[in-house]
């Protein structure tokens, strides 16, 4: 039976709306909670022994590999190697034989990530995937299958497919961390705890759902927009201006936040929104005075963070989101919502059309 959208006024948002169930649903087949363990499936392989690891995907897909970049160099010290699949395929990337290389993707079809895991499949690389089309060709081909239990995506702009790659992503972080013997079993435990508070987590972002249709009035104007993160903010930071672009057509761009003095600073004037994704914690100072480099500018700032962070660098911000206070591991995952939001009242106030954004299409199954 086909999908209907039920109370919602897109697919687009029906899907934001879904990500605690959907990602609830994705991590119960990744953790034993009684185990206090992250499982995956069994492979014919010790992924213990992986040394290296090269990440390939596009688009949103492409996004959540970065953000796992961060996790898995963090937290189980493997150095990761990351590329879109276009440039990855024609690139002739120096693969070691017996490397593991990790496709990401929605659909399991996007033609440049399919071409790109079958290159690396010649050059000898053991292949992950983390695919929501169980039946794609991606999954088919894959040594490793990581699914994500995210249902049928309608709204061409990627949301809930997006959160689930995360966690899965995490979990596999998590996984690896063990298996490398970065983490002992009580590590692995507070771990597996962290991740059953994300649907909650997730839950009490979309709490933020009114503030955040009425902040979109200060964003629907402007004609470019900035966003700012560090660490894993600054993939988020990429993904929320993907998603401005994609539905509501303003022009915007993501940067780490301390690049931003090697360029975007000379865009900033009062009519240049910047949103910065900061939490509290080890690098929220640097971001700070990367904000008061924008204020000095006259720059607008939205500041999406948790209560500390707002306490502490609220004051002056056109605008803060706060986010519930969680572990780094699980916290670029519920920084996913007000992205989207954002982006999703943004685009409605605009009159685009936000399922079917002009030029863009759901799978990109042609080069
Ligand atoms: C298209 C979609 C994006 C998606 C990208 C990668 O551009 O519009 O939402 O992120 O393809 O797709 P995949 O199915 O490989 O994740």
Redesign the pocket.
């Known amino acids: 039976a086909p999908i209907d959208k039920g109370n919602y006024a897109h697919y687009m948002q029906k899907e934001i709306f879904e990500q605690p169930v959907v990602v609830a649903q994705t991590l119960q087949s990744y953790i034993r909670p009684f185990e206090g363990e992250v499982a995956l499936p069994d492979v014919d392989f010790d992924l213990g022994a992986v040394d290296r690891l090269t990440i390939v995907?596009?688009?949103?897909?492409y996004y959540a590999g970065l953000v796992a970049k961060y996790w898995i160099e963090q937290f189980a010290r493997v150095p990761v190697d990351i590329d879109v699949a276009s440039e990855f395929r024609y690139r002739d990337p120096v693969l070691q034989p017996g490397g593991l290389a990790l496709f990401?993707?929605?659909?399991?079809?996007?033609a440049d990530?399919l071409a790109a895991l079958r290159h690396a499949k010649v050059q000898q690389q053991r292949i992950a995937v983390v695919v929501n089309v169980p039946t794609s060709s991606m999954a088919r081909e894959a040594d490793l299958l990581l699914p994500t239990h995210a249902g049928p995506e309608i709204g061409?702009?990627?949301t809930k497919?997006f959160t689930c790659q995360l966690a899965v992503l995490a979990a596999l972080a998590a996984n690896f961390a063990c298996k490398r013997g970065q983490i002992g079993a009580k590590d692995e435990r507070s771990i597996v705890a962290d991740l059953q508070q994300v649907p909650a987590a997730l839950n009490a972002a979309l709490g933020h759902d009114d503030d955040i249709a009425a902040m979109a009035h200060l964003i629907a104007p402007a004609r470019d927009v900035l966003y700012l993160g560090r660490g894993p903010y600054y993939p988020m930071a990429l993904e929320g201006a993907l998603k401005l672009k994609?539905i509501s057509y303003i022009h915007a761009e993501g940067y780490a936040a301390g690049e931003m003095k090697h360029g975007p600073i000379a865009l900033i004037d009062e009519d240049v929104p910047v949103i910065v994704l900061a939490p509290s914690g080890p690098l929220f100072e640097k971001t700070v005075s990367n904000m008061q480099e924008v204020r000095a500018r006259g720059g607008k700032i939205v500041l999406i963070s948790d209560s500390e962070g707002i306490e502490e660098a609220g004051d002056g911000c056109i605008a803060t989101i706060e986010m519930p206070k969680v572990h780094p591991l699980i916290a670029p995952i519920v920084y996913a919502v007000p992205v989207q939001l954002l982006a999703y009242h943004t685009a409605v106030l605009k009159g685009t059309d936000v399922d079917q954004p002009r030029n863009?299409?759901?799978?990109?199954t042609v080069e």
């Open positions: 995907a596009c688009g949103t897909s990401v993707s929605q659909s399991g079809e996007t990530t061409v702009a990627s497919a994609e863009l299409a759901k799978s990109v």
